[in-house]
Structures are given as structure tokens and as C-alpha cells.
């Protein structure tokens, strides 16, 4: 049970995504930033321990927190166009559970699950980590993969380069 306090700190910080109080664990008060923000004092980490309630509010106040550039424009990552594409379930939930990012911001989120079909919602960066991943199973260089996760990842890929054709060299 978090206290009070930490309730409302979360409630009144939008940038916190989620707090974890593991006190009683022997660990840290663990706060979550949302994907578009970072620590300022170590850019690119949206994941910090406190020890006490007292330097979590003075660690997660706004002058505390950044919000991330995208690498891919320069922009903020929160103020870049998303879609939604629809794709089959089989291979998102292979990419999902294998998870080929580097940092959890680069995940696409599943907005939406019909039948075979899934919904995500990709910025650029995304789409292209997406892509990336469809073209190298599409490609049939895996041994072992099952069938509906190859075609999956061909759908992915035409449907990547459709959006977003490659420029040709």
C-alpha cells in the first residue's frame, strides 16, 4: 500500500508514469517516467530509486525531469505524428515478447486486439525498429521460426514500406 503522500505526488505529476515503494523490500521508492521524459541529471534514463519521500518530491519536480528528443528528428518524442497500423497478432506477439529495442520508448503500444489482427500505435522510430525486425524474418534468415510468424513478418514489412518507402541507392 503506497502512502498518501506518494499518491499524490504521482496524481499531480504527469511525466510519472508509475511509482513502486519497495521500503519494506529493503530496496528504494523506483519511479517510472513516461516514454517522452528522462531524469536531467541522466539523460535517457526514465528509471530512478529514492530513498525517502522527501527526495522523491525534490527528485521528480519538472526542473528534475526532461523530455526526451527524438534521435530521428530532434524533436520532442511526445510531439511526434504517430499511426496505427493493424498487423497480425502472431508476429506482433513474437516481436513484443522478444522486445529487439534498446530502450523501452523505441516499443510500439498495442492500442487494440481483435481476433488475429492487433492495433499498435508506432512514432517513426518505432516503425522503423518494426520494420527493421519484419524485413530481417521476412527475409527467411531464422531457423526454427514457426511459418505464421514469417508471414507475419512480411505483411509487417510491406505494410513498413508502404507507409515509409526506403530511399534507393
Known amino acids: ?19 513502486d515503494d519497495e521500503r519494506s ?37 519538472k526542473s528534475d525531469v526532461v523530455e526526451k528528443l527524438s534521435s530521428s528528428t530532434g524533436q520532442s518524442a511526445a510531439s511526434e505524428p504517430k499511426v496505427h497500423l493493424t498487423i497480425p497478432a ?38 522503423e525498429y518494426l520494420r527493421g525486425d519484419a524485413d530481417f524474418y521476412a527475409g527467411g534468415n531464422t531457423d526454427g521460426t514457426p511459418p505464421g510468424v514469417l508471414r507475419g513478418a512480411k505483411r509487417v514489412a510491406d505494410l513498413c514500406a508502404a507507409i515509409n518507402p526506403k530511399p534507393r541507392a
Open 1 to 19: 500500500m503506497q502512502s498518501k503522500t506518494i499518491v499524490q505526488i504521482k496524481a499531480a505529476r504527469s511525466w510519472i508514469r508509475h511509482i
Open 25 to 61: 523490500l529493503g530496496n528504494s521508492i523506483i519511479v517510472t517516467l513516461t516514454d517522452a521524459f528522462c531524469f536531467a541529471d541522466d539523460p535517457g534514463c526514465g528509471v530512478k530509486g529514492f530513498d525517502t519521500v522527501s527526495e522523491l518530491r525534490a527528485g521528480t519536480r
Open 90 to 127: 502472431m508476429y506482433w506477439d513474437d516481436f513484443s515478447d522478444r522486445c529487439p529495442v534498446d530502450e523501452p520508448s523505441q516499443m510500439p503500444n498495442e492500442v487494440r486486439r481483435s481476433g488475429s489482427r492487433v492495433t499498435v500505435e508506432v512514432n517513426p522510430v518505432q516503425m
